[in-house]
């Protein structure tokens, strides 16, 4: 039986995680992207979306009825009850969606690693679900200029959107491995090349290990 490898990779906002998972991607493991099954579980008529727009009203919404991520997170960020509340509405079904496809991914046994790609791993337990961490991190500054420069934010709410987060400090902590993504795109993909090979026993580095 083929060997699967669960990666959790996690780290800061604006800290790169997309372009490792882009290079894991490269090199054979299939991702689930927390963030997009977060999405799938409050998609309009849902339970979850029903819950939020009762506590936040239609305010949060857009044109077509899905929730309007920007405006739900002006609202609760910063407000650690509310995000809290947030939390405990979509956390819940996230992880029961994304255990699932775990198990099926494993079941096909041809994927030599899946990775979880989720910003909130450990806020919402789901470090329970992979067999290691990896944690991507930039220096302080680089991730408040990529959030105003990406965002749109201004200086105060991209350090509010920060610090709404488990620090950086702690996720490394937690780590089995971290990745620094503040050098060059060269020297970001041999290190996750490296930790691939140490990591993903039954994996042979792909595109990006050439």
């Known amino acids: 039986m083929k060997k699967t490898t669960v990666i959790g990779l996690t780290g800061g906002i604006a800290c790169g995680k997309t372009t490792i998972a882009r290079i894991l991607r490269r090199l054979g493991a299939v991702i689930i992207d927390a963030d997009r099954e977060a999405k799938r579980v409050i998609k309009p008529r849902s339970a ?3 819950k939020l727009v009762r506590i936040h009203g239609r305010d949060i919404l857009n044109p077509d009825d899905s929730i309007n991520r920007r405006r739900l997170g002006n609202k609760v960020f910063g ?3 509310a995000l809290s509340q947030l939390n405990s509405i979509v956390h819940p079904e996230t ?3 994304i255990s699932n496809k775990i198990e ?3 079941a096909e046994e041809r994927w030599p690693a899946i990775v979880l790609d989720a910003p909130l791993l450990f806020e919402a337990g789901a470090e329970k679900l992979v067999d290691v961490v990896w944690v991507v991190t930039v220096d302080p500054e680089t991730q408040i200029n990529r959030l105003i420069n990406r965002e749109g934010m201004n200086r105060e709410q991209a350090l509010k959107r ?3 987060q488990m620090p950086l400090k702690e996720k490394v902590k937690r780590a089995d491995a971290v990745v620094d993504n503040t050098g060059t795109r060269r020297q ?3 290190r996750v090349i490296d930790l691939w090979r ?3 026993p039954d994996g042979s580095p792909g595109e990006d290990g050439q």
């Open 198 to 200: 140490k990591y993903v």
């Open 104 to 106: 099926s991914f494993r």
């Open 79 to 81: 407000d650690q009850q």
């Open 162 to 164: 920060i610090a709404s």
């Open 95 to 97: 992880m029961r969606v």
């Open 188 to 190: 970001t993909r041999e």
């Open 48 to 50: 979850a979306w029903d």
